[in-house]
């Protein structure tokens, strides 16, 4: 498929460790390429943000937000009052997001300050009472070295008493095993152009998943019905089990204090599709 005027950019080039696999680099950042394609498609997802909301209200602030991406999560924070930090790696989506702040009044411009970095190694100066990694970025994290590298960071960031608290998608059988030949169809669209009128698309979704890493790629195609060119949009999800994530907070000095099976504080059960967790650092790892 050929990429086209008005669709994703091309690829930015990867942090230093993954320059050796195109493919991470690609399922990295080729998403978070295109902010309007990602504002119209997670413009329905409110439960997370009313949840991080209200959880920020809860502590007061201020809040890191780590994979703060153009704001979906960072300018609802804002307008309620609370001072947060947002850290993402994407050039385009933290540009979207300045231009967001621009239309924004001046006290919420003033609670927002917005750092470039890669959240494994990211260093703001400061503590917080709560540190948040929202919407599955912590499965940009494809390795335990880089998610050691994130857990130390975030303990370096974390107030006394501070809390980490993530979301992540509950790895689904079903979904691992699709065949990767099998394009998968959605309801056509009107994919955002600079114009502001849209061009509409057929879209489909392919799933390759590598047992052995553990990463799911997803290939995002959209075939314009004008008969101009198709793309295709490659994202890569590390798929972490439940006692697998309990295990690496663990062995990684965080204990959870909090774990839910959706943004409504329910329970995890055999069907949640996502999982909540909060924790902290334990005493004995933050006076080490």
Not at 82 to 89: C, N, S
Not at 189 to 203: C, I, L, N, Q, S
Not at 220 to 225: A, N, Q, R
Not at 241 to 252: D, I, K, M, V, W
């Amino acid at each position: 498929m050929a990429a086209r005027s008005g669709g994703p950019r091309p690829l930015k080039t990867p942090p230093q460790r993954r320059r050796h696999d195109p493919e991470l680099q690609a399922g990295t950042s080729a998403h978070y390429d295109d902010p309007a394609y990602y504002t119209k498609t997670y413009r329905s997802r409110l439960e997370d943000v009313r949840y991080y909301v209200d959880l920020a209200a809860a502590r007061g602030g201020p809040v890191l937000e780590m994979g703060c991406g153009n704001g979906r999560i960072t300018l609802p924070v804002a307008r309620h009052g609370v001072e947060v930090t947002g850290v993402d790696l994407s050039d385009e989506m933290l540009s979207d997001l300045r231009a967001r702040l621009r239309d924004e009044p001046e006290d919420v411009r003033a609670r927002v300050s917005v750092r470039r970095g890669d959240m494994r190694s990211v260093k703001i100066g400061r503590r917080f009472p709560l540190v948040i990694c929202p919407f599955n970025a912590f499965l940009h994290l494809y390795t335990r070295e880089d998610v050691e590298r994130f857990l130390t960071r975030t303990r370096e960031h974390l107030a006394p008493r501070g809390e980490l608290v993530f979301d992540v998608s509950i790895p689904e059988p079903a979904e691992l095993a699709r065949d990767p030949a099998r394009a998968f169809a959605a309801p056509r669209f009107r994919y955002p152009t600079a114009d502001g009128r849209g061009e509409m698309v057929r879209y489909t979704e392919r799933f390759d998943y590598d047992k052995i890493r553990q990463i799911l790629f997803v290939a995002m195609e959209f075939l314009p019905v004008s008969g101009a060119d198709s793309w295709m949009t490659p994202l890569a999800h590390r798929q972490f089990y439940p006692q697998e994530l309990e295990a690496l907070l663990h062995y990684n000095g965080f204990e959870i204090t909090e774990q839910w099976g959706d943004f409504d504080r329910t329970a995890p059960d055999r069907d949640a599709s996502v999982l909540v967790i909060h924790a902290r650092a334990r005493a004995s790892r933050r006076r080490s």
